[in-house]
């Protein structure tokens, strides 16, 4: 039983940057495995990128790699993604997701999911 809000979405010009946050709320469990995922209309789910909570490694998606980063606060059970020169094909809603185990990338290995926050990106 775990709770995850996210925040930080919101509407920017092609170049600019965002940060989304996602708290996690519940039993924290040393083996918890955190991930970024968006969905755009008409679209299927897609990784972005994931990141263990007992470690530092972390797996990117080829579309972001270079662009964004996702980084980890243990001591606040919160894991960020920051977005720099985003594109409108960044448009997306993004959701955070917690799993058990080794890092994913597939949405279905995640059990817990938050609500999303929606990005915007304007051209």
């Known amino acids: 039983q775990v709770q995850l809000v996210e925040s930080g979405g919101g509407l920017v010009q092609a170049g600019g940057s965002l940060r989304l946050s996602c708290a996690a709320s519940g039993r924290y469990f040393s083996n918890y495995v955190m991930g970024w995922f968006r969905q755009a209309p008409g679209n299927e789910r897609e990784f972005v990128a994931t990141?263990?909570?007992?470690?530092?490694?972390?797996t990117y998606a080829d579309s972001v790699k270079g662009r964004f980063t996702i980084s980890r606060d243990n001591a606040k059970n919160t894991v960020y993604l920051q977005m720099n020169n985003l594109k409108p094909e960044d448009t997306a809603s993004y959701s955070c997701a917690a799993k058990l185990g080794s890092l994913g990338t597939n949405y279905k290995e995640y059990n817990y999911w938050g609500q999303g926050t929606q990005v915007t990106v304007s051209s």
């Open positions: 990141i263990s909570w007992n470690n530092f490694m972390t």
